[in-house]
């Protein structure tokens, strides 16, 4: 039997089987040895023998992983020299689409943080789509003149708007939610999903460094009106203080900046693209206006950050006690 792995907890893997309605029982399964120390995360599609059944107490077992599509990772720390940078995490497999969730206020958004998420999409080869909540509180504005020259698709999203656009932007695609603690993930897939009843947090508690959610989960999204075929899916994670990328490389890295590549056509070969590179046609670019200063000073925070040279961490996390990543 082939089964999608919806949720993971303890050694224990919840799966749906495909063509499975919404109210078919999911199956729990249990790693079988053959697997050795492959990990099977949400998202993944997996071989299933054993009790499929899904009844009380029934367990199956997870005898192949299925090729995946896509891998979403990230490391703790963006070193690769350090122990830190080379713990990697498989977020999701599988994914089609990232909506990187941030707020406007309540946490003030961070576009280093956003910049590292289109990273890790573009590396992935997963569609980033930018969901800006809390409107209610502040404008979009300052984020999206950031985002101005890059054709990154966005979202907006206050308590009682509609979400028509961001469900059909969604309908038959996996789309995994990523974002720090407290920015309103969980409260948008239970209004997306009303069955999810998915735990939400307090900001106030959020600033102690609780995070609300705890594991990934992908929910089943409701068939959209007017629209046939497989409505999608939707996973929840819990919020990340930091998206290392020490498993990017320097070139790859470039791939998040779209609207810096063209202006490194004139560089020498093997441009390192740091400042002390007085070849760099980065400078010319920016100069000539065509891409705005701040991307290329944060592009070149990553790159010194991946050498090592600067702590991640510098930039400050909303209200955590702990140091928080960038
Ligand atoms: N004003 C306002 N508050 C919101 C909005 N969306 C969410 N909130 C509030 O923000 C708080 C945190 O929301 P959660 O959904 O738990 O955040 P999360 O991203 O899932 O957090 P973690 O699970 O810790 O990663 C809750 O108190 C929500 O009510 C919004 O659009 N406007
Ligand atoms: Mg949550």
Redesign the pocket.
């Known amino acids: 039997m082939e089964g999608f792995v919806i949720a993971v907890d303890r050694g224990r893997y919840t799966c749906v089987l495909p063509g499975a309605g919404p109210d078919a029982p999911t199956v729990t399964a249990m790693r079988a040895r053959e697997l050795g120390r492959k990990s099977v995360v949400v998202g993944d599609r997996v071989g299933l023998v054993g009790d499929t059944s899904g009844a009380p107490g029934a367990l199956a077992r997870i005898v192949r992983i299925a090729e995946r599509s896509s891998v979403l990772r990230r490391t703790a720390e963006d070193d690769a020299t350090t122990a830190e940078g080379r713990l990697e995490r498989v977020v999701v497999a599988n994914a089609d689409q990232l909506v990187i969730?941030s707020a406007l206020a309540d946490p003030p958004p961070r576009t280093g943080f956003i910049d590292r998420c289109l990273v890790a999409a573009y590396d992935a080869d997963i569609e980033p789509l930018l969901c800006l909540?809390?409107?209610?509180?502040a404008g979009p504005e300052a984020v999206l003149d950031y985002y101005a020259e890059l054709e990154l698709p966005y979202v907006l999203?206050?308590?009682e708007s509609e979400l028509d656009a961001l469900r059909s932007l969604l309908a038959g695609r996996v789309s995994v939610l990523v974002?720090h603690?407290?920015?309103?993930?969980?409260?948008?897939v239970n209004r997306l999903v009303p069955e999810a009843d998915r735990a939400?947090?307090?900001?106030s508690a959020?600033g102690r460094g609780r995070?609300?959610?705890t594991s990934a989960v992908a929910l089943r999204l409701p068939p959209a009106v007017g629209r046939d075929g497989d409505p999608g899916w939707i996973i929840?994670t819990?919020?990340v203080r930091s998206f290392g990328l020490a498993h990017v490389s320097a070139d790859s890295l470039l791939h998040g900046f779209p609207d810096l590549v063209e202006g490194t056509l004139d560089c020498p070969a093997n441009c390192p693209h740091t400042p002390d590179e007085p070849a760099c046609g980065l400078d010319a670019w920016v100069a000539a206006g065509k891409a705005d200063p701040r991307r290329l000073a944060s592009y070149r925070r990553l790159l010194a950050s991946r050498a090592g040279e600067s702590d991640p961490r510098g930039e400050p996390e909303p209200g955590g006690e702990r140091p928080g990543h960038g």
């Open positions: 969730v909540t809390k409107a209610d509180l999203i206050r308590p974002g603690s407290g920015v309103g993930k969980s409260t948008l939400v947090g307090t900001v959020i995070h609300t959610s929840d819990p919020g």
